[in-house]
């Protein structure tokens, strides 16, 4: 029987920035998750050995630290700031026992061919690598949707993320169904999943004609993820399916209802895929 405490992380994009991290990790424990992740925002609130003895008092693991990288800046002041960020997250990595997630960032509109773009992130995630390893932290690339390409990044299939991966010491692969959901090559990367995935996130995609794609909860969209948490599991997949949906595109929903549903569609998933599901008893706040 699998415990669903075990396997079940929700990421804070889900909060409404207003709300704190304590409440936002607070809330995840009282229905049933067993792992946060965390966004930069959270290290402004506290510093990051702080924030590991909070995650650890209430018992949680940290499923992924987002995000560094965005390598492709406008001028050489954004690339100073940005390149601070991506320092202050590579620190607070190792100590929150956490992969930190390289976003590896686009070329921008006209500003750079997307060759270019290209060469200039190998050379920033061989540095930003050379980093990690001196400070124990882990790195892990999401290759991103076609249309987040000129901003978000020009590294769009599993295969060019491998690629990447097999070339770049101590780098795995984020994979955000969001973002990869269409690839051809997804099963082959499902298939391989312990060795060559650190972060699997779950959600579902709306695609209407006309209409940018949009993140969506479970079951609301158009992706077999019952299927994706299925050949996962086959492939011996072990960590964690942290649920990663956005604050905004919630519809207004209260957060715990989101969490609710989103543990139920996990548990239905892994049930299929695994057999009974134990869930952890939820505490539910007074009123």
């Not at 590579?90 to 929150?96: H, N, S, T």
């Not at 299939?157 to 795995?172: D, K, Y």
């Not at 604050?247 to 207004?252: A, E, N």
Request: with cysteine; charged share 20%.
């Amino acid at each position: 029987m699998t415990d669903l405490r075990s396997i079940l992380a929700i990421s804070q994009y889900a909060s409404s920035p207003e709300m704190s991290m304590l409440a936002f990790m607070d809330l995840a424990v009282e229905e049933g998750y067993g792992a946060v992740a965390i966004v930069e925002r959270a290290l402004d609130e506290m510093d990051a050995g702080r924030l590991a003895d909070e995650v650890a008092a209430r018992g949680l693991a940290v499923s992924s630290l987002n995000s560094a990288g965005y390598f492709l800046q406008a001028s050489d002041e954004a690339e100073r700031r940005q390149d601070a960020r991506n320092q202050r997250l590579l620190e607070a990595a190792p100590v929150l026992g956490a992969p930190l997630n390289v976003i590896p960032g686009g070329p921008g509109p006209g500003q750079i061919t997307i060759e270019a773009a290209r060469a200039r992130i190998d050379g920033a995630l061989d540095d930003l690598a050379a980093r990690a390893a001196a400070l124990g932290a882990r790195l892990t690339l999401e290759p991103i949707h076609p249309f987040d390409l000129g901003y978000k990044g020009c590294v769009c299939q599993l295969s060019h993320a491998r690629t990447l991966c097999e070339r770049v010491p101590g780098l795995a692969i984020t994979l955000d169904l969001f973002h990869s959901w269409w690839d051809a090559d997804l099963d082959q990367i499902l298939a391989v999943a312990p060795e060559a995935l650190a972060v699997l996130q779950l959600c579902d995609v709306s695609c209407l004609e006309g209409v940018p794609p949009a993140r969506r909860p479970l079951g609301e969209g158009i992706v077999d993820v019952a299927r994706v948490v299925r050949l996962a599991h086959e492939a011996g997949w072990a960590g964690f399916y942290e649920v990663e949906l956005f604050h905004h595109q919630l519809d207004g929903r209260p957060l715990r209802d989101v969490l609710v549903a989103s543990r139920e569609a996990v548990a239905r998933c892994v049930e299929a895929a695994a057999g009974p599901v134990r869930s952890a008893p939820t505490a539910r706040a007074a009123g």
